[in-house]
């Protein structure tokens, strides 16, 4: 599972549910700009962390997030 959101108003919240207890050894991530994913975002980022931007770009062998 993954998310990724822009905010594209004012004043927003994001708001989500976990269907199991926080395990952070688990936690993987993709980059929002990479190209393997294709993603048309509406508008440039205007804020991204450093831990999100230090995610490594997908490779033409990816297999799919395995914990």
Known sequence: CAHGFQV???DSELMYLHTAAYAPQAERGLRHDDP???I????????LSAR???HPL???GFAGIVP
Not at 40 to 47: C, H, K, S
Request: no cysteine.
């Open 8 to 10: 594209l108003e004012p």
């Open 36 to 38: 393997m994913l294709g």
């Open 40 to 47: 048309q975002w509406p508008l440039p980022v205007g804020e």
């Open 52 to 54: 999100d931007a230090s």
């Open 58 to 60: 997908l490779s033409a």
